[in-house]
């Protein structure tokens, strides 16, 4: 699996990483950080067999992608093993969002082994910053209160695009983004 993501900016990565950090040491889960999973917004999951045919989709989205602002405003869960941050879904994030499907479904039509998944075709998604993973009814229910201790509203800058791999997760590439006219 083959994902797209958006990263923050330090103060914002600082933050992220000691809620990620906090939900590791009260649940005993470290799935994330063992993982070296940095804090991120995931706007496209695909699968494909050609890592250059990743790259491709990759490069097309990133060339028009500018810096901007996002609030992260609320803690939710994925039943039943997610905890996680969510932003406010502005125009740029459903911008980003609409212009990454369109660039897969664009090599969806020219080739035949590129899968989009399920959670992020139009209208299915859910724009998030994974917190815990795999985690435990009772694991999920102490990352809840310990969140409910420490979170607050983070206001953020998107910084960075990036291409990975899962599974372990491996970052194949990151490209900074650069103040210009969105899209």
Known sequence: MYLISIYFD????KV??????AVARV??????????VPPHITVGAFETREESLAREVFDKVAAGIAPDRVSLVSVGCFMPSVIYVAPVLNEYL??????VQKELYKALNQESDIRIDEHYKPYSWFPHVTLGKKLSAEQLQSAFSTMLK???LINGEVVKIGLARTNPFCNLCEVSLKKCKVF
């Open 10 to 13: 330090d103060k914002t990565n």
């Open 16 to 21: 992220l990483q000691g809620h990620m950090d």
């Open 27 to 36: 649940t005993g889960n470290d799935f994330m950080l063992a993982g070296d």
């Open 94 to 99: 459903q911008t980003l969002s609409e212009s």
């Open 150 to 152: 420490r979170f607050s």
